[in-house]
């Protein structure tokens, strides 16, 4: 409840903060000498991108009783920012509308708590990720007013994580699918474009895999046994350059 809690509230924040920055853009009264004024009309422009991020893992549990009376619910209740970096690659197709090609890496970790239900004895464990991801986005952008240009994305990310380890409580799968929702602005400067971007992205997959063959401790068999499915989830802040 409490990770939840404190989710939203970085949304809130981080989305009036953006409203305000595109507020401002779409409302500036005096117009300005345009800096790089034909960059959007290019088909294809390239750039490269630095971030930070939010994990989160989305777990729904069963009441799955062991054989000795132990009910264990599971939670994430705590993250840590984690960052990426990748490269641009975006196509132009209409005065408004953009194909964006923009292979990255991704490193954080997420901390999911186990709690027994009598007891309160916990158990913590701690997933890494390192995930390789070529996210496919659609940028719909509006008129340019002197060098600000507020847009609206939306696409897919299908990711694969490097870092999955075995033989833990929980094993994740390596493969997932994020949808992708966001907002930003193109800042146009004299000798390049900056843009700050806002996305949140939601996993498609249930990651919890169920089939623990690797593991050699049987009695870490109640956590898995305990959870029915987890979705990942991420909130991202990119910086591009182009």
Known sequence: MQTRNVLCSVKRVLFITLT??????????????????????????????IGMHTQDLQLVNNGFITADGQTWFADTPEYSPGFNIGVLGEFYLTNHLAFRVIPSLYFGDK???????????????QIKSSYISVPLNLKFSSERFNNYRPYLMAGINPVYDLGVKRRNALLMKSVDCYIELGLGCDFYLPFFKFIPELKF????????????????DLSLLK???????????????????E
């Open 20 to 49: 305000i920055l595109l507020a401002t853009c779409a409302f500036a009264q005096k117009r300005k000498v345009q800096n790089r004024p034909y960059i959007d009309q290019r088909k294809f422009h390239y750039g490269f991108l």
């Open 111 to 125: 901390t999911v708590v186990f709690k027994e239900q009598a007891t309160g004895e916990v158990h913590r464990q």
């Open 201 to 216: 992205c939601f996993g498609l997959s249930n990651l919890i895999d169920k089939d623990r063959t690797d593991l050699t």
């Open 223 to 241: 956590f898995t046994e305990s959870v029915d499915k987890g979705k990942s989830r991420m909130i991202v802040l990119t910086f591009y350059f």
